[in-house]
């Protein structure tokens, strides 16, 4: 049966993971991969979810399964982080969330609920966007199509060609937006621009899918959800993707949710229900423990506050290193290339060089980030700033 099949080539990511690991330099720098990391290079457990994991652990008294739609506190405890208690959508029942293997199951179940009708609709995604989005969204059999969206030379969206675009979608077709810190670009929508993208939407008859993963690493946590909670205040029916990766630093415990959203209460069950059954089919029970974590520090107020704190030290920490290396750049590159790395926001960059330039910058200075000039600013220190600087300048 499996004679004939040759080895695939390592995915890009991974690879260079391994590439950088098998690196025997004194100082190399690993912007590829996506995870936070500290001045010492390090990715830590955040306090509240180390406080929250020993209760959790206390107090556990089973470790049979969740249902399919997992911890249900998690659910309605994510819906309210990121849509807001108050929100309409969230008071009058119109939305339900399902807990999902990280923000990738939460995606994923959502491109195999968009079969479940029988319309197969294209999904409509952003020109670039993160690389597992294609994998996870046609892996279900759906058609990928690309919108304009982000103007290398400038760093910023492309919004008029994203809008003219979007404007000659057919009815039902699907429109993936990232709900805060685009993922490679760090090119996000402004408040006015996704009020634009949503009339546009209801206008065309289009379901936004809205992944936020990076929710309070941007601008904040409330100001990081305002896209995602005006899309679901404005259209009749939506999906967002969760994921607790970066925000909570639970990247190995695979925590995540899908939000489904229709016109009525009755619609929204009806939905939830062949989630639950995708859900069934796919993994059958999510597990339990992330979940279980996010679901103590959201109904804790004193972890809470813990847990925001922290979030808002990672964010602070990345828009000073965002302008320290700006600062640094405008010594080494151009004023512009320094100006798109301080406007940009989240975990992530995309820098104006080619991939050629980003070989020279493994193999000579032993910096390593994807051949499409993604780049990690969590990845640098303080300390390495103008080493990073004078070596993208020798290349750009």
């Known amino acids: 049966m499996f004679e004939n099949l040759q080895a695939l080539p390592e995915d890009p990511i991974l690879g260079l993971m391994a590439t950088f690991r098998a690196d025997t330099a004194a100082l190399k720098i690993d912007l590829g991969v996506g ?38 506190q998690f659910n309605a405890l994510i819906a309210a982080m990121v849509l807001g208690s108050k929100h309409p959508v969230v008071t009058s029942g119109r939305v339900r969330a399902l807990q999902a293997p990280g923000g990738c199951g939460a995606l994923r179940m959502g491109a195999e609920l968009l079969t479940v009708g029988g319309t197969r609709p294209t999904v409509h995604v952003s020109d670039p966007t993160w690389s597992n989005h294609v994998p996870l969204l046609s892996g279900a059999g759906l058609k990928l199509e690309r919108y304009p969206y982000f103007e290398a030379r400038t760093g910023t969206v492309r919004f008029d060609a994203m809008l003219e675009h979007l404007n000659t979608l057919p009815a039902g077709d699907v429109v993936l937006l990232h709900g805060c810190c685009h993922n490679p670009t760090g090119a996000d929508l402004s408040l006015d621009q996704w009020r634009k993208v949503a009339d546009v939407l209801v206008q065309r008859r289009l379901v936004p899918y809205v992944d936020i993963a990076y929710q309070g690493l941007g601008e904040g946590l409330e100001a990081d959800a305002e896209g995602a909670r005006l899309i679901a205040a404005t259209v009749p029916e939506a999906l967002i993707a969760v994921s607790c990766s970066k925000n909570f630093g639970l990247y190995r415990e695979r925590v995540g949710a899908l939000m489904v959203l229709a016109e009525s209460n009755l619609q929204t069950d009806a939905t939830a229900s ?47 290193l965002r302008r320290a290396l700006s600062a640094a750049l405008a010594k080494t590159c151009s004023a512009e290339m320094a100006s798109v790395i301080e406007k940009q926001r989240g975990m992530f960059s995309t820098i104006p060089v080619t991939p050629e330039a980003v070989d020279i910058l493994r193999e000579q200075h032993h910096i390593y980030m994807t051949r499409d000039g993604r780049m990690n600013i969590a990845g640098v220190s303080m300390e390495h700033i103008d080493y990073l600087a004078k070596a993208i300048g020798s290349v750009a």
């Open 274 to 320: 062949h989630a639950r059954k995708i859900a069934r089919g796919i993994w059958s029970m999510p597990p339990d423990h992330g979940a279980a974590i996010v679901a103590r520090i959201l109904s804790d107020s004193k972890l809470t506050e813990d847990w925001r704190n922290e979030v808002d030290a990672m964010r602070n920490r990345m828009l000073s």
């Open 35 to 72: 995870v936070y990391k500290d001045e010492n290079g390090k990715t830590p457990v955040l306090r509240a979810v180390r406080a929250a994991e020993q209760a959790v652990l206390a107090d556990q008294q089973t470790k049979t399964y969740l249902g399919p739609a997992g911890n249900e």
